[in-house]
């Protein structure tokens, strides 16, 4: 039996001798020259004025919060098909996640649905960009420039993505980045805020590291530093610093080996009237963070395909269920089923399939060939 797993993540030796200098550097392992690195490469791919490193996307995402002074009485315009950090981020500082429906051809949200969630109370849209897609970010940054709303990308599954010709990350006043070990370019943990926002940036960097203002590196400096503001501890490692940036060095090529593994999954699979394939609206150009096929006849039929593929040693999972369903959000914040139909059927529909550079095509043939045979004896 085949063993083929949802994601591999791919690396080379150039990964290890970056974190391997660093660590025989004996210092500089906290604070230090990689992640400014790593810092102006991602803002120069991305095409920003400024990135900002973070340990994960939830601290960067929590830090955009505060950066922004959102609180008590504010609400941000969320989708409810997403991972569980872009709504819970509101929450961090005492704002309200506002559930939007998604639509079926990006799975992001609904720019008609929009303005109907709009209140005075509402602060900003928070947009995310699904498995390596994007979604009608055009439409939703014209809603937000009409009610004076701020515009931020959860790009956490697509960096790399472009709309027309523009990548996402930059239609925003802000963008946050995930590095974690299924993503594009990962760190194992590590996240990124990118912004053309001066004043946006400089508050993210005390908030960052303690609400210390640092004219140099605190570890190799004698100087008193300043503590001006609350701040946490939300750095990202030098280590992983220099990790990223070797990553980053090689996301074209890995880009390019997903959508050649995307292409050849769409041919084998193509003659199948039971599923949708994923894709993107042609001016929009796809990534491949994850490859989620939709099975028409519902949630039903998709858990079988599921139970069969995971049987076959085929990892397939659904990205995502729904967060107002969570026990957490029903609980606590009572949404219940049927609050967001549109999104729960969508969710009941969707199934991700193995996806990752070093797929071979003998793995895709049987997966492939294992989908079929599902739907033939079904």
Same mark, same amino acid.
């Given at each position: ?21 660093? &660590? ?7 604070? =230090? ?6 810092? !102006?490469?991602?803002?120069?791919? *991305?095409? *920003? ?25 504010? @609400?941000? &315009? ?9 709504? +819970? ?41 699904? $498995? ?57 943990? $590590? ?19 303690? $609400? ?16 001006? =503001?609350? =701040? ?18 090689? &996301? ?15 041919? !084998? ?13 042609? @001016? ?13 006849? $519902? ?10 593929? +995971? ?46 550079? =070093? ?20």
């Amino acid at each position: 039996m085949q063993k083929i797993p949802l994601f591999k993540i791919y690396t080379d030796k150039a990964d290890v001798k970056a974190v391997t200098d660093v &660590i025989k550097s004996g210092r500089y392992w906290a604070i =230090g020259p990689s992640i400014e690195a790593f810092e !102006k490469a991602l803002a120069d791919y *991305v095409g *920003v004025k400024y990135a900002l490193a973070f340990n994960s996307g939830t601290s960067a995402l929590h830090a955009l919060m505060l950066a922004y002074e959102f609180g008590s009485g504010d @609400e941000i &315009i969320v989708p409810s098909f997403t991972f569980i950090a872009t709504v +819970n981020s509101p929450l961090f500082v005492g704002a309200k996640p506002v559930f939007v429906e998604i639509e079926d051809k990006t799975f992001g949200l609904d720019p008609a649905k929009i303005e109907e969630k709009i209140t005075p109370k509402t602060k900003a849209i928070m947009v995310v960009h699904y $498995g390596g897609g994007a979604c009608q970010i055009e439409a939703i940054q014209k809603i937000a420039k009409k009610h004076n709303l701020i515009l931020i990308e959860d790009t956490a599954q697509s960096l790399g993505v472009r709309a027309r010709d523009k990548k996402v990350g930059t239609f925003g006043d802000s963008a946050v980045l995930s590095f974690c070990q299924n993503k594009i370019v990962t760190t194992g943990e $590590g996240g990124a805020i990118v912004t053309d926002n001066k004043d946006l940036f400089e508050k993210l960097k005390l908030i960052r590291s303690h $609400g210390r203002q640092e004219s140099a590196n605190y570890f190799a400096s004698s100087e008193y530093m300043d503590y001006v =503001g609350l =701040g946490y501890n939300f750095r990202m490692s030098t280590m992983t610093a220099a990790l990223g940036l070797t990553q980053l060095k090689k &996301i074209g090529k890995v880009i390019a080996l997903r959508r050649k593994n995307a292409a050849y999954l769409d041919k !084998k699979l193509s003659g199948l009237a039971e599923i949708i394939l994923p894709g993107a609206p042609k @001016e929009y150009f796809h990534i491949y963070q994850m490859y989620t096929i939709v099975v028409k006849a $519902g949630r039903e039929k998709r858990d079988a395909l599921k139970k069969h593929l +995971n049987e076959k040693g085929v990892m397939a999972k659904i990205f995502f269920q729904p967060i107002h369903l969570t026990t957490f959000y029903q609980k606590k914040h009572g949404y219940k089923k049927g609050d967001l139909p549109i999104t729960e059927a969508i969710s009941d529909s969707v199934l991700s399939l193995p996806m990752y550079p =070093g797929l071979t095509k003998k793995e895709m043939d049987y997966m492939t060939q294992a989908i079929k045979t599902f739907f033939k004896n079904a």
